[in-house]
């Protein structure tokens, strides 16, 4: 599940008690060195403490051997279309503090089509500057072999997405696309992102978003670093409520 994360009062620190209106929900995988999931060719997350104050060193610090899809991340355009914009200039107003809608897809089982008409009750709420979210509870399965084997978009239910307006997409998958013993299909990938859509990979907990979500005020942030010329960066995600 999504792990909450309570905000504090300004003045006295102290972590305030209604999750409604003051906690945020992390929708972050946690990164632990050399066990987080990738697609096949993808870099392998370790990291490696090169100083530490227990050996008498002056701080403690590490490096890093991450790729641009490790983990909870974000693909932007130039994953998949070489004129496509990069991470470093994506239109951070689409990802920062943005409305944001829960499909509940949880029935879904492995390897079944999320198609549009899973999506039609959601379609009034589908406009421009909306993030999808697409629950299927999949982030349960993180860390083991069937993690690859969740449900996917159909690409007739991404163009429908996009046609009404949606440029980002959230999946608690590797991929929004199905991967077979062949590898990602890329479909959806390639319908999406060439027409200027951002995906949101690797998410967590979204079943919680489904939980306390009140219509019109789930907002999420979904913000990637600034890696110039780069396809993809991971992210911290995390949402929260809006107004009293």
């Given amino acids: 599940m999504g792990e909450i994360i309570p905000a504090t009062q300004p003045d006295s620190g102290k972590p305030n008690d209604n999750p409604s209106k003051h906690f945020i929900i992390d929708l972050t995988h946690p990164l632990v060195s050399l066990e987080v999931p990738a697609c096949d060719g993808h ?14 060193d002056a701080a403690t610090f590490h490096s ?12 932007a355009p130039y994953h998949f279309d070489k004129d496509g914009v ?42 421009e500057g909306v993030v999808l979210l ?29 046609e ?19 590898g990602d299909t890329g479909l959806v990938h390639k319908v999406f992102l ?11 907990g979204l079943e919680r978003l489904l939980e306390v979500d009140v219509p019109g005020r789930l907002r999420v942030s979904l913000l990637p670093l600034r890696l110039v010329d780069c396809d993809g960066s991971p992210i911290r995600a995390v949402a929260w409520q809006e107004g009293p």
């Avoid at 999949?138 to 993690?147: A, E, F, H, I, P």
């Fill in 64 to 75: 890093l051997t991450i790729g641009t899809h490790t983990g909870t991340h974000i693909d």
């Fill in 134 to 162: 697409l629950c299927t509870g999949w982030s349960r399965k993180w860390g083991d072999s069937s993690y690859r084997e969740h449900p996917f978009l159909e690409v007739e239910a991404a163009k429908k997405i996009m």
């Fill in 43 to 56: 870099a392998t997350y370790a990291a490696h403490c090169i100083s530490h104050i227990s050996r008498g």
């Fill in 164 to 182: 009404k307006g949606v440029k980002v997409i959230g999946v608690e998958t590797l991929s929004p696309d199905e991967i077979t013993e062949e």
């Fill in 194 to 204: 060439r027409d200027g859509g951002i995906i949101v990979e690797n998410l967590r």
């Fill in 86 to 127: 990069t991470v470093d200039k994506l239109d951070l107003s689409l990802l920062t503090a943005a409305p944001a809608i829960v499909a509940d897809l949880t029935l879904k089982k492995a390897h079944e089509p999320i198609t549009w008409k899973d999506m039609e009750k959601y379609e009034s709420t589908l406009r």
